[in-house]
């Protein structure tokens, strides 16, 4: 990750004078599905670029090296090859944005990314996932022993009594949710914080990511994610460094999306490898 | 592996991320069309009508140009057909009960959806409208249009007891719109009983479409009757006999010509005019979802015109870049893309665009344009004006699609200030997330339908209609199906035409009149002079008419009004306007029993007034009894107006306002001199309007009797009377351009001349054509009818949310 939050002096009057209208946003989030879709090649590209963005995710609690080594290797080769070649896309280098695991995972992830012979990003959710609600000291620690293991990325589950009663936390990245609540991602949560960004990067030209997570399963939501964030953030934040999507799953939909688009017919479930 | 579709453009797609055409196949509606070999005649009584030897008009795509088919283009003798058709069809389809009618309109909403796809793909390819706005948007409304009128009229018998269809409703659409526009005035129309025929201009398949579909239902083939043609078919159908109501929806200019042109003609006319939108951005408001709003209003093919923006000052400078950011995104493009925010209106639009867009550049206006948009004619960019100086001929004028024009305001006072001095009264939207201020400005708008921090909604269920020179017909809700209904028994409404009636001196000079000796007679002297804000005074032209009772002796001398009398009283009354407007109706109320309280004990006196024009004297006393009544029955009524809706898909109440009209003017009927003045102005003062009264010519003196007691009951300028001549007063008035709405009751050319003058500022009239009304009887002297008339409504959207 190469943009960082430099910073800047806390002005609560910034947050106090935000109004957000909630019908008004519901309304903007079922317009902007609606008004834009891609279709056939710049669908597939669409995909392909998607595909970019993924945090390649497996949060379970019964992880173990061999499924973290099958995530590992879907995510340097996350398309079938000649599915690539047929959109002669083969030479892009497209694999996930990063792969995200547990903190005792992290091991196990940097050895089989190694092994792949790739420099996928190792990222750890840490900090008493995901509930936050663990002592600072502790939480401290986490981090430290997961960038020890070698992941470069940490998501960071704050401790959300502070924001509850107004102390707020800086970041480089904002993320919708953990994955792990009842309702996870959903679009006017993320057109609020969209433009909590935009605001930030007007007032004082840091771009702050933002990472979507949980919910996400199909081809189709990758892409109304996508032009969500190029209708209200603009192209300059549809890159890695800035826009991610935090998934299991939705993979495997985009890359049955992308067999369909180049052979004109819906796979079978075995046409694909697993993740 | 099985053929490779893809093409070489997914690597350049890749690193671009650009948006790519989501075209629609409209191969059905090219396929409608080959139905009729791409030549559209006439929709009449169920049947198709191609008339020989008739100019036809081409159907063109509006983007590419291509010839689609030819349309035949109506004249007189197709619609005086059509018309018949509706005549004939109006007789089954009225007198059948409202259930009947309810199963034919949902059936109607079924066959809609069945066939869907070919609507919205027509409406998109022949209007270039985005397909997904119809598809999304236009279609869906339609059936639930259809939907909500079924409801209505199956519960037509009770609801609306005491109400009857008016007959044959001429219906005129103008060049550019949605077939929406349609549906919104034929689904209230059918629904009460009433059947249509739509002049659709030249070139329209898609209405054309729908009264086949309706015509393939079955048993009513003559309801609904289109037929397309020049703009100079619109006086031949207002003038056709049997055509009862003329809804016209279009342009202002053509509005008020049309409205010259029908005084005096047997059909009523309502109109709907402009498109123009208002948008109030305070400085609490969610910046960005106001934005939205704007986009919503102008730069969708949601909104049918231009919008004028209002920002307070202190966060001009943030929602002016929000605005141009927002901007540069909006996509324009074939209508039938489905990714596209905004398709093309067509060359003529496109025109009128740049015409103004250069006015303004030149009166000083900055202009800014933005947006991925073809640059070949006839697409425009999304237009944002500002710096327009306030004065300047373009800040008057109507606002074009897709032109915002943006102004500053400095507090919510201004803001009002600023919105409600337009001729307009459309729409408008109010941004903020003060509830105080939000209900402030949306009561405070002149206007027919606000929304609080939204634009644009719009259900069956609700009113929506305008003010002022937006015209004040209705559609949608209850009010929506009074259009076409009036109370049982009124005679069908008959022209009072008189074609030699000379508009420029009608009522022009008075006639001088001469003393007629002393008054004589055993009753008090009566008052004397001209009732102007809460007290008598002279009159202007310093001059006298003698009144005479039924045995041809002098009663009393009364003021000679003039001109100058009727602009003192209109004043006055706009001057107690707000204060009265501004009461509760229970404050209201009370002041109107105190009026009736004083009445009773006049009553001696009125009474005897009564016996020397000519009543008995028990007559007399019963009049002036059932006078003190109906002013106590107002005052009572009005407690219970207005009331709250409920949308489907808004959580939070719609209001629907009872507000008052402003200053109203009444011309008293001749007859009834007691009587009629109390039951026109109770109702009149009950809704909140102050009254400039012109009392009975035969005995204004019970008038002014009554103003006796209102000087001391009412604050001053609540109620005007003047006396004098006739013609005279209701030529000012008419002419006046200051008084909302105006009441006649008098010969029939002076309601042709009430009608024509109105015009100017399209006050609403109501006018008697020269039939006597019975005013002893409840429903002509205080039916619901003086109640509708008595306000106009106003639809508050209150969308909540945390």
């Known amino acids: ?275 | 592996m099985a053929a490779t579709r893809a093409g070489p453009r997914a690597r350049e797609i890749f690193t671009s991320l650009e948006y790519g055409p989501v075209p629609e196949s409209h191969a059905c509606a090219l396929a409608w069309l080959d139905t009729q070999d791409r030549c559209l005649g006439h929709y009449v009584n169920g049947k198709w009508l191609k008339p020989e030897h008739r100019n036809s008009v081409p159907c063109q795509d509006p983007i590419t140009g291509e010839n689609l088919a030819s349309c035949l283009q109506a004249q007189a003798e197709d619609v005086a057909a059509a018309v018949e058709a509706a005549r004939m069809a109006f007789k089954s389809w009225s007198a059948h009960p409202g259930v009947v009618r309810a199963q034919h309109l949902t059936r109607l909403a079924k066959v809609i959806q069945k066939h869907q796809r070919l609507l919205w793909t027509l409406e998109s390819l022949v209007t270039g409208r985005a397909v997904r706005e119809v598809r999304d948007g236009d279609v869906q409304l339609a059936q639930q249009l259809l939907h909500y009128h079924a409801i209505q009229a199956s519960t037509q018998e009770e609801a609306l007891a005491g109400w009857e269809p008016m007959g044959v409703i001429g219906l005129i659409l103008p060049p550019t719109f949605s077939f929406l526009e349609m549906m919104w005035r034929i689904c209230p129309a059918l629904a009460v009983g009433c059947t249509v025929v739509a002049l659709v201009p030249p070139a329209s398949p898609t209405p054309l479409l729908l009264a086949q579909l309706s015509g393939e239902l079955g048993p009513f083939p003559g309801v609904l009757n289109v037929i397309s043609g020049p703009a100079s078919l619109v006086p031949i159908l207002a003038s056709q006999p049997g055509i009862q109501k003329v809804a016209f929806c279009g342009a202002l200019e053509e509005g008020r010509a049309l409205r010259r042109s029908l005084a005096g003609e047997c059909a009523e006319l309502g109109l709907a005019l402009g498109t123009e939108s208002l948008l109030l951005l305070t400085d609490t408001a969610d910046i960005d979802s106001a934005v939205e709003g704007v986009v919503d209003a102008a730069w969708s093919d949601r909104g049918p015109g231009g919008l004028r923006l209002l920002i307070q000052e202190s966060v001009w400078d943030e929602a002016m870049r929000r605005l141009q950011e927002r901007m540069g995104r909006l996509r324009s493009g074939r209508g039938l893309d489905g990714a596209v925010d905004m398709g093309a209106r067509g060359a003529a639009a496109c025109d009128l665009v740049q015409r103004f867009v250069c006015e303004a550049q030149s009166q000083g206006a900055q202009v800014f344009q933005a947006g991925d948009v073809p640059s070949e004619r006839p697409f425009c960019p999304p237009t944002l004006v500002s710096n327009l100086p306030p004065a300047s001929p373009c800040a008057q004028v109507e606002v074009p699609w897709p032109v915002v024009v943006a102004s500053p305001f400095r507090t919510a006072k201004e803001a009002l200030l600023v919105a409600n001095g337009t001729p307009r009264g459309g729409s408008a939207s109010v941004w903020s997330e003060r509830l105080g201020q939000a209900l402030e400005l949306g009561y405070g708008l002149q206007v027919g339908t606000v929304w609080i921090n939204a634009h644009g909604l719009r259900d069956p269920s609700v009113p929506t209609g305008g003010c002022k020179e937006s015209g004040c017909s209705w559609h949608g809700g209850p009010d929506g199906l009074y259009e076409y209904l009036r109370p049982s028994g009124t005679p069908a409404q008959l022209s009072c035409l008189s074609k030699n009636l000379n508009y420029d001196t009608f009522g022009l000079a008075v006639p001088s009149t001469l003393p007629a000796g002393p008054e004589i007679g055993p009753s008090p002297a009566p008052p004397y002079g001209l009732f102007v804000g809460g007290r008598f005074q002279a009159p202007g032209a310093r001059s006298s008419r003698p009144i005479r009772d039924s045995s041809g002796n002098l009663h009393g001398y009364v003021a000679e009004g003039g001109a100058k009398d009727i602009r003192g009283a209109v004043e006055a009354a706009h001057q107690a306007f707000p204060g009265w407007a501004g009461q509760s109706p229970g404050a209201r109320a009370a002041l109107l029993w105190a009026l009736a309280a004083a009445l009773e004990r006049r009553k001696s006196t009125l009474a005897s007034r009564l016996e020397r024009q000519g009543a008995e004297l028990k007559a007399a006393e019963a009049e002036v009894e059932l006078s003190a009544r109906r002013l106590r029955a107002w005052g009572a009524r009005v407690q219970a107006q207005g009331h709250t809706l409920q949308v489907a898909g808004l959580r939070g109440p719609v209001l629907r306002l009872r507000e008052p009209l402003g200053v109203l003017a009444v011309v008293c009927p001749d007859e009834w001199p007691l009587l009629a003045f109390v039951s026109l102005l109770a109702p009149a003062l009950a809704y909140g309007n102050t009254v400039v009264m012109v009392p009975s010519a035969a005995c204004p003196l019970l008038a002014l009797e009554v103003c006796q007691d209102m000087a001391t009951v009412f604050p001053a300028g609540l109620a005007n009377v003047v006396t004098g001549d006739r013609d005279h007063l209701t030529r000012c008035l008419a002419l006046h351009q200051d008084v909302q709405a105006m009441w006649y009751f008098g010969s029939a050319q002076g309601s042709q001349f009430v009608e024509w003058a109105s015009a100017g500022n399209l006050k609403p009239v109501w006018a008697s054509r020269g039939c006597p009304r019975a005013w002893d009887q409840e429903a002509e002297g205080a039916g619901p009818e003086l109640g509708l008339r008595a306000a106009r409504t106003k639809a508050l959207w209150l969308p909540m949310g945390d």
């Open chain 1, 1 to 275: 990750m190469s943009a960082y939050n430099r910073g800047t002096e806390l002005d609560l009057s910034w947050i106090s004078k935000i109004q957000v209208n909630h019908p008004a946003v519901l309304r903007r989030a079922e317009q902007i599905q609606a008004r834009r879709t891609v279709k056939k090649e710049w669908q597939a590209a669409w995909l392909l670029k998607a595909v970019t963005f993924i945090d390649l995710t497996t949060l379970s609690g019964d992880d173990t090296s061999s499924n973290i080594q099958r995530l590992c290797y879907k995510a340097k080769y996350p398309i079938r090859e000649d599915l690539l070649k047929a959109l002669n896309m083969h030479d892009k280098g497209i694999t996930t944005a990063a792969v995200c695991v547990y903190p005792a995972r992290v091991c196990d992830a940097v050895k089989a990314l190694k092994a792949a012979g790739c420099n996928i990003p190792v990222a750890s959710v840490a900090t008493g996932f995901p509930a936050g609600q663990t002592h600072l000291k502790t939480r401290l620690e986490e981090i430290r022993l997961a960038v020890e293991d070698g992941a470069t990325e940490i998501d960071v589950v704050i401790n959300r009594s502070l924001v509850l009663t107004g102390q707020w936390e800086g970041s480089d990245f904002i993320k919708t949710s953990t994955g792990k609540e009842t309702v996870n991602a959903t679009f006017p949560v993320a057109i609020v914080m969209l433009r909590a960004i935009r605001d930030f990067f007007w007032k004082t030209g840091n771009k702050i990511g933002f990472k979507p997570a949980g919910g996400i399963r199909s081809a189709k939501d990758s892409l109304a994610w996508l032009s969500l964030v190029k209708e209200e953030l603009g192209d300059e934040w549809l890159k890695p460094e800035l826009f991610r999507i935090g998934a299991s799953t939705l993979l495997s939909d985009i890359e049955r999306q992308i067999y369909h688009h180049v052979t004109g017919r819906y796979a079978a479930y075995h046409d694909l490898p697993m993740s």
